[in-house]
């Protein structure tokens, strides 16, 4: 079936560094995007999203990039933290059929652990 | 505000028994979800509720029944555990509307045990 991988289980960098986490997507129908931390005994927590029709979206030190032509999608953080440290999650909605909507029905990634050294 | 709550927070269980995991939201989502996630892995989806009163399986319904017992509230239940059912369960929340795709807002987990 169709999924969502990450090219990198791990990504260790230094505070104030900036950090970049890649995810590609397979399914050329998918319309939204999510990226979630989570850090230990956690649920995910939602940091930011993109709809296809955007190829970038910022928020506070987080930007998103959609490159929907080769299927790929980043999470880059300014200025990591350690308090950045977590593993770090990309999901994809399919949009199911002209019109429909899956509700919500999120295929997620494996993961990418990101460690941040002081 | 407490947003997604679960319970309980651990638990285990031995082969056979049976178990309600239970969930709350108050964020007046319309969506929930149930979700396991094992080791080194992302999250499946289990069961969801597009709705107050309609549910329908996800990726890895197979042993689990749910109930959307009204809007604030999903339950799963595991009517005979099994040690493959170990994993740690997250429900969710969302507003799914004619806008579009809205984030889904996640508890803390349960971590369920079978022994």
């Known amino acids: 079936g169709e999924s969502v991988g990450l090219h990198l289980p791990t990504l260790s960098v230094q505070e104030g560094d900036n950090s970049i986490i890649n995810c590609a997507y397979s399914n050329s129908a998918s319309d939204y995007f999510i990226w979630y931390k989570q850090e230990s005994g956690k649920g995910p927590q939602f940091i930011i999203d993109?709809?296809?029709?955007?190829d970038k979206r910022q928020g506070q030190r987080v930007t998103v990039l959609l490159n929907k032509t080769v299927k790929h999608l980043s999470l880059q953080i300014a200025a990591t933290q350690p308090g950045d440290s977590a593993v770090y999650f990309c999901?994809?909605?399919?949009?199911?059929?002209?019109?429909?909507?899956?509700?919500?029905?999120?295929?997620f990634g494996q993961g990418t652990i990101l460690t941040v050294h002081p | 505000n407490a947003g997604v709550t679960q319970t309980p927070k651990f638990q285990v269980l031995k082969t056979g028994q049976s178990m309600t995991l239970q969930c709350a939201q108050d964020?007046?989502?319309?969506?929930m979800y149930w979700y396991r996630q094992d080791p080194g892995m992302g999250l499946r989806l289990i069961y969801y509720?597009?709705?107050?009163?309609?549910?329908d399986k996800g990726e890895v319904p197979n042993g689990y029944n749910v109930s959307r017992l009204n809007k604030r509230e999903f339950s799963l239940r595991l009517e005979s555990a099994a040690p493959s059912q170990t994993s740690v369960y997250f429900c969710?929340?969302?507003?799914?509307?004619?806008?579009?795709?809205?984030?889904?807002?996640f508890g803390d987990g349960t971590r369920l045990s079978i022994l």
């Open positions: 993109i709809r296809s029709n955007m």
């Open positions: 969710a929340s969302s507003f799914q509307g004619a806008s579009g795709n809205q984030p889904q807002h």
């Open positions: 964020m007046n989502h319309n969506s």
């Open positions: 509720s597009a709705s107050e009163g309609t549910t």
């Open positions: 999901a994809e909605n399919v949009k199911l059929g002209a019109g429909g909507t899956s509700y919500g029905k999120l295929t």
